[in-house]
């Protein structure tokens, strides 16, 4: 079946650091969303492809080739904290799947 | 634009009652997507409609649970004889076309079964 891996599972980052996240799958595909859920809180889709439209951090993007996609955060703040979720659609198999999730952690 | 409405945002029922649970999703949304989230699994998809159609259910326990969505403003997910295993957060998120757009979520309903 298909996997969705997401590396790293946890990280810890000071304010104003950069971070990316990873994502990889079993499948080649373009359509990749990446969601972000503060804890206890609602999922937020943070962009898709194709378009790279960021619809909540302004400050984030993402790079999805092949079957690997990327999202990048950039000046972290203490508020992204948060774990952050790949999730890949496809179509032709009607399938939705996330991703394992990586938590993070940023420190003031 | 009210979002996508979920109702209710908790609910509590005991060990083998039925839980049904709403879900309006944003008004010209073709795609309705139900998720449930728990800390030792995390999230998991459960089913989804297009245009009303169930499409892909594969997430769903095959006993106890049902979704229908029988028109184009609402869906239910309904659980029979619930178990504490059940207990999750239940999210339901709309786009305007599967794959192709982004999903909006609600914001979940809490079930809890004692």
């Known amino acids: 079946g298909q996997q969705v891996q997401q590396s790293p599972a946890s990280l810890v980052l000071q304010e104003g650091e950069n971070a990316e996240l990873q994502c990889s799958f079993s499948i080649s595909t373009n359509q990749v969303q990446w969601f972000y859920q503060r804890p206890g809180g609602r999922l937020i889709g943070l962009s898709y492809i194709p378009g790279m439209k960021p619809t909540g951090k302004q400050t984030s993007s993402t790079v999805t080739k092949g079957r690997h996609s990327s999202l990048t955060i950039s000046s972290s703040q203490t508020t992204d904290s948060g774990t952050y979720f790949c999730?890949?659609?496809?179509?032709?198999?009607?399938?939705?799947?996330f991703g394992t999730g990586t938590r993070l952690q940023v420190s003031p | 634009n009210a979002g996508v409405i979920q109702t209710p945002r908790h609910k509590v029922t005991g060990k083998g009652q039925e839980a049904t649970l709403w879900c309006e999703p944003i008004s010209g949304h073709s795609a309705v997507f139900w998720y449930r989230q728990t800390i030792v699994q995390g999230l998991e998809f459960l089913t989804y409609f297009r245009n009303q159609a169930p499409i892909d259910d594969s997430g769903m326990p095959k006993e106890r649970f049902s979704a229908q969505m029988p028109n184009q403003s609402h869906s239910t997910l309904k659980i029979q004889s619930t178990q504490p295993q059940d207990s999750a957060v239940y999210l339901c998120?709309?786009?305007?076309?599967?794959?192709?757009?982004?999903?909006?979520f609600g914001p979940g309903t809490r079930l809890t079964v004692l």
């Open positions: 998120a709309s786009s305007l076309d599967f794959g192709e757009a982004e999903q909006f």
């Open positions: 999730v890949l659609s496809t179509p032709n198999t009607d399938k939705v799947v």
